[in-house]
Structure formats: C-alpha cells, structure tokens
C-alpha cells in the first residue's frame, strides 16, 4: 500500500518516544476505564478504540478511589495488563519451571533495557444448543492460537496474533452469512462440515511514537469510534483491514487520522469464499477530532470518505490528514461517500455519563426539514446514558441507548462507495434503516464475577425483491422505488425481540469461564423466526465477542 509512504514521513519527523501496545477491543478492561472516567471526571479520550497500555497507565496513576472489592481487583487486572509500565507491580515468586508465569498476564516474558516481550496462548471453547431454531446440531467454537507484543529499545511497540478456527454459529448468525458471504467479525472463511465455517484470524501492527504528542500505528486489525455498546461510525463487526492510524493527543484535544485499505465485494457461496484471484479494493480516509471542551465534557468531529472504482487507484489528496474531505470529494466531482458528524460524552455527577453521536450522509436543508420524505435525507443518531452504582447499589451499572437509522444511510451508487468492507457494514450490524433500543445491566457479586444481562428491542425495514428499500447498505440507492414518500422502517417491517444474559468467572488473568443464555425473535409478514440458546465457554486471551443482533 501507497500508504506505507506516509508512514516513513512521519517516522522522520523527530527522535521517536517511548510507545507501548493497545489493549484489544472488548477486554474487560474497557467497562473499568469507563468507571474511572465518570467517577474521576478527569476528561479520559475514550472515543477511538483499542487504546494503549500506557494510557490505561497513566489513567490508573489518576485513579484515587478504590470503594470495593470489585474496584481493587479491576485496578489490580488492569496493572497486571500494563505492568511493564509500573513500578508496584512484583513478579509472582514461583514461576513455573523459574519460566512462564513471572506475571499472571504472561504465560512467558522476557525484559531488560532494550527489549521487552509477552506471549500468550489463545484458547477459545464453547459449545451450545439451540433449543428452537433450524439447526439440531451442537453449536460450538474452536479457537486455538498464539498472540506476542513486545517493545524494542522503548521506542517500536509491536504485535501479533494468529489463530486457526471452526465453528458452527447459531441459524440467525448464519443467515447473514447466507446474505452477505461474510462471517461477522471474521474474514476469508470456508464451509465446515456443511452447517460450520473454518477461518484463520489474524491481526498485526508496529507502533511507533514519533514525537511525545504523536503516535504512528501500522498495521492489520480494526478500530471503534464512540462510547456505546454500538457504534455509527466505525465498529469491529466486520473483518480487519490493512491500516495507518495517527494519534495527536496535546492539551485539551486528541486528533486521531485512520488511512485503511477495505475490500469491496468478495465472490463465493455456501462453500465459502473463493480463493482464486484478488478481490476489489477501496479506500477509506476517517479524522476524528476531540475537544475536552469540560473536565467532564467532551465534543467530537468526525469526517469519512469511502471511495474506489474498478482501477483501485488511491487518491493521493485523502491522505492530507487534516483536510476538509467534502471539499475535496466536490472538487473531484462528487463521486466518492462522505460521512461527517459529531458524537459528544458529557460526565453528570460522578456517576453518569450521556452520550451520542449525529451521522450526516447527506443533507439538502430544504428537504430535512419538510414533509415529502426524500430519500437522500440520509442521518442517523445515537443517544444512550450510562448508570454506574444505580440507585446507590454498589457494582451494579446499567446502560441504555437508542439508535436510529434512516434508509439509504451507507449506501452509494456501487461496493466500491459503499460504506462497507467484506461484505459487511463498517458502523452498525443492522445496516440502515431501523431503530432500536439496548437495555443492559452488569453485577458484580463477588470480585471475580461479572453478571450481565442485555435487551435489544428493534425495529427494520427489510428490502424486498431485488429494489432496495435502504436496509442493505450494499445494494446500490440506484434500485430505489421512489424519490420521495421514504419513511424509516419502509419495505417488509421486521420486528426483533433478543435477550440475552452472560454469568464470567474469571479464575485466572484474562481467563474466564463464561455461561450464556439468549432468547431472540424475529417476526415480520412473511418471516417468523426463534432461538431459545444455553451455552458455555472457556476463553483464555480472547475478549466475548457479541452476536447481539
């Protein structure tokens, strides 16, 4: 990738500083961070994720309270998961073998001045029953690989994980496979045993800070931007991607540049992807800029472009990476998907925090603001709140948050502008045109458990036939029924109904025993759909990965 030029220019800038690794997205250590930030009200960036080891560091230096039990061991796993930048953290006195586990958090490290290295297994096994849907066979996932970081000479953070993986997801995850040819989360896939899907992951980046305010981030992975349980920005439901992340975090702002190489349409069927040939690329340039405008309060502005066409070119003038990107789509004649926006977190007395986000496709004020309905009045909001201690319960936190989505929002005229990469939307799982409102409450009844429980209650709009009537943000808006006369949740209305509850024991660093039970579903005029699942899990250096869709 062209892109990699970019990342040599800014690798010269100046004498490069100490860096460190991110903690990967949905590892338990988010939920704590968020914790702190509404009870400090400290103004922690929590927007762009997965977020460094050495912020979490520095976070946990500002964290003066500690009410629980819960509390001291949350603060205690996140020092394990940042140790190499404490100072209070001892190594275990009997390592086995005098080798592996010197800290809980490695199953083998090494360290001395100049270089610094973790390794760790990845186990995931879990097997279920779906006690109503179509598949009689057991439901399971088999995850098994290994993931490295390390620092050298404090001053080039790297990492690396690869797994090799089968598993057989419940019908309703299927049927988006059936749709989409993807696998949500995952990328290229073959069939398993007939009803399963067998895939390697991988995921890798270089880490390099090149000044003290300045990160550079190569590499192959994914990112989530905004503080929700969803995200109608950028979410980690799709694959990863080829990517040049730069973080400026200087005062009061943080400015985050993400470059990544997407896939636009990939070829294959029930037996899996193809493998024969390269698949299509595009691009997408995002900025995202926030501002601590309050101790407690911070603004966000953000701005994508996805663009491509069938010579794959990249457009040398998105890799500006503080230039207004609708100016240059309009200079370049307006073919390519420009999102912009703004999301906000606003921290309310030490024990809530709101926050939202606007997703602006496209807008003609004359049109927003009548009553004919046109079809590219294309936004989308989000609105939740956060609860920790409710009721001055202590360790109970619940969350709720609305979504809305008009339909044609995502879509362009082709794969190549859609916002879209392998298949799968780049924001939201549910694509467009819906609406939908999450409830979840987590306990914490003892130190080690974390109990949690989640409502999805939505509303869809489904395509009909071949015409698009805004949910599948891959068919082009060309296939449209009507200009005008475009209400949300138009086409064949589908209702979903998902609950879905998660008991974690975690008996060992980042090693839980998980047990779940979900009861989703899903009913329209012409579809009736139900699952009723128990399961459990044994995961060890692999966040849960939520199929709450």
């Not at 943080?254 to 896939?263: G, K, M, P, S």
């Not at 636009?264 to 029930?270: A, I, K, L, R, V």
């Not at 405008?293 to 003038?317: A, C, H, M, R």
């Not at 509303?459 to 209400?487: C, E, F, H, T």
Request: net charge negative.
């Amino acid at each position: 990738m062209r892109i990699t030029l970019t990342l040599v220019l800014v690798l010269t800038l100046s004498e490069l500083s100490a860096q460190s690794t991110d903690i990967p997205l949905n590892s338990w250590a988010y939920p704590v961070l968020d914790e702190w930030d509404v009870k400090s009200e400290s103004g922690v960036f929590t927007e762009i994720k997965p977020i460094s080891r050495r912020y979490f560091a520095e976070k946990l230096k500002e964290t003066s309270w500690v009410e629980t039990k819960a509390d001291l061991f949350d603060k205690q796993y996140v020092l394990q998961e940042t140790h190499e930048f404490q100072d209070s953290v001892a190594a275990l006195p009997n390592p086995l073998f005098n080798t592996f586990f010197k800290y809980p958090a490695d199953f083998y490290s090494y360290s001395d001045k100049d270089f610094d290295l973790h390794v760790n297994p990845v186990v995931v096994l879990g097997a279920a029953k779906d006690q109503q849907g179509r598949l009689d066979e057991l439901l399971f996932e088999n995850y098994r690989g290994l993931e490295l970081r390390g620092t050298i000479d404090d001053k080039v953070s790297f990492y690396t994980m690869l797994t090799e993986n089968q598993a057989r997801y419940a019908d309703y995850v299927q049927d988006v496979t059936d749709t989409t040819i993807a696998v949500p989360y995952e990328g290229f896939w073959k069939q398993y045993e007939t009803t399963g899907v067998d895939f390697l992951r991988a995921q890798a980046y270089i880490d390099i800070n090149a000044t003290k305010h300045i990160s550079a981030q190569f590499g192959y992975g994914k990112h989530f931007i905004g503080d929700g349980r969803r995200s109608l920005i950028l979410s980690d439901v799709g694959n990863n991607y080829p990517y040049l992340r730069l973080n400026t975090r200087i005062w009061k702002i943080q400015y985050t540049n993400i470059f990544a190489q997407l896939v636009g349409e990939t070829q294959g069927g029930d037996f899996g992807l193809l493998g024969t040939g390269s698949f299509t690329k595009k691009y997408l340039a995002n900025h995202h800029l926030s501002v601590k405008v309050l101790p407690n309060l911070t603004v966000g502005l953000f701005e994508s472009v996805i663009y491509g066409d069938s010579t794959q070119n990249l457009k040398v003038e998105y890799l500006n990476p503080i230039i207004f990107y609708r100016s240059l789509e309009q200079q370049d004649g307006s073919s390519d998907n420009v999102l912009l926006g703004l999301d906000f977190k606003w921290n309310l007395f030490h024990t809530m925090s709101l926050y939202g986000q606007l997703v602006i496709d496209e807008l003609i004020v004359s049109e927003a603001f009548g009553d004919s309905g046109w079809w590219g009045n294309k936004q989308a909001f989000q609105l939740g709140a956060k609860y920790f201690d409710v009721l001055g319960i202590q360790d109970l936190n619940a969350q709720v948050e609305l979504n809305r989505v008009r339909p044609y929002v995502y879509t362009h005229e082709n794969n190549f502008t859609s916002y879209s990469h392998y298949n799968m939307a780049l924001a939201h799982p549910l694509g467009a045109n819906f609406q939908e409102v999450l409830l979840s409450l987590n306990y914490r009844p003892f130190t080690k458990w974390r109990v949690s429980a989640d409502v999805l209650l939505a509303s869809y709009g489904d395509d009909l036939g071949s015409a698009s009537y805004g949910r599948d943000i891959m068919k082009s808006y060309n296939r449209r029924p009507s200009d005008y006369g475009v209400d949300l949740l138009q086409g064949n209305k589908t209702d979903l109904t998902m609950i879905q509850g998660k008991v974690s024991y975690q008996f060992w660093h980042n090693a839980m025993i998980d047990l779940d039970a979900i009861y989703r579903t899903e009913t329209s005029e012409t579809t009736s759909k139900e699952n009723v699942i128990l399961g459990a899990t044994l995961r060890w250096n692999f966040p849960a990965r939520s199929y709450l869709f």
